[in-house]
């Protein structure tokens, strides 16, 4: 079944927080192939700007939206005259009914004033905490950089948005999906295993290790290395190497490289013109067939069925 996100935004949102919510979801889309579907709204149905000028439109009516599985709530700067109007608790909606609720930067601050905190642990944006613990003392604040409580989870700032939003895919995705979103934004791997310019570089949680294996197979998705080569490559015997993958990613070596050819063979699928035999063979597998195969036993969809 389709996750369904809605995106809450209200006026002077971030757009480093709002990125950091989002971009990683739509890699376990785009990469990983899960289903999600996202819809931004908004207060009175109207247009938000964001801190920086960026204006965003809602794509549907607030009272039309089914309940989301999962609600991005993203506080903006003029938090205390959004908290003060007389529709909160309609503007709310969205966060009220989702499955789930992650509210960050002055989010936590909007969902206190409509009540939905009470008796809860919350953070939001450091700066706000003392005088958000004396505005709501029925709140429990914690300065942790991002706290759970059931349904609501709770952040402040885009790092702290980061790895919250990380934590959300490890356990609903698997480990795999996360690694390969945290691998979009805090490293280049394939590069920086070959290329010392580069330097160390922003790392994610993956051993270096499990990078440098991982780095190989994007490498070499035309023609990949055997498990044997793999093994070989990063000095562990087949029986460690498999450890290592089912240790950190939860699955087989195998099942991660098809993944990673999967996914490179869908991108080229949805922004070339490459026919499907083409594809294939630039994803290592042997023909249009293997691929599509493949790619619908995996998914359940056609590889030009668009997300």
Do not use: K
């Amino acid at each position: 079944m389709p996750l369904r996100v809605s995106v809450l935004l209200f006026d002077d949102f971030s757009n480093m927080v709002l990125s950091c919510l989002m971009e990683p979801l739509r890699v376990v889309r785009d990469q990983a192939g899960f289903d999600l579907r996202f819809e931004v709204v908004a207060p009175g149905d109207r247009p938000v700007t964001s801190s920086s000028g960026l204006r965003v439109a809602p794509d549907v009516p607030m009272a039309g939206i089914a309940r989301p599985d999962l609600c991005l709530l993203i506080g903006g700067d003029r938090f205390r005259e959004a908290a003060g109007e007389p529709d909160l608790w309609r503007h709310l909606r969205p966060a009220r009914t989702a499955g789930l609720v992650i509210a960050a930067d002055t989010g936590a601050w909007l969902m206190a004033a409509a009540g939905l905190l009470e008796g809860r642990r919350a953070t939001l944006h450091w700066h706000l905490l003392e005088e958000f613990a004396e505005v709501f003392p029925a709140v429990t604040v914690t300065p942790d950089r991002h706290v759970r409580d059931g349904a609501i989870w709770t952040c402040g700032s885009a790092a702290t948005g980061l790895d919250l939003i990380l934590a959300f895919i490890r356990e609903r995705f698997g480990p795999a999906a996360a690694f390969e979103a945290e691998s979009m934004f805090l490293h280049d791997s394939a590069r920086q295993a070959s290329d010392p310019r580069f330097g160390p570089g922003l790392r994610g949680r993956g051993s270096d290790r499990l990078r440098r294996v991982v780095a190989r197979m994007t490498a070499t998705l035309e023609s990949p290395p055997s498990l044997a080569e793999l093994a070989r490559g990063a000095n562990l015997s087949e029986r460690s190497l498999n450890r290592l993958f089912q240790r950190e990613l939860g699955q087989s070596p195998a099942r991660y490289l098809q993944s990673l050819r999967l996914a490179r063979a869908r991108d080229l699928a949805s922004h070339t013109d490459l026919g499907l035999d083409q594809i294939a063979l630039r994803c290592g597998f042997s023909g249009a067939s293997a691929l599509s195969r493949a790619f619908r036993n995996r998914t359940g969809r056609s590889i030009r069925q668009p997300n």
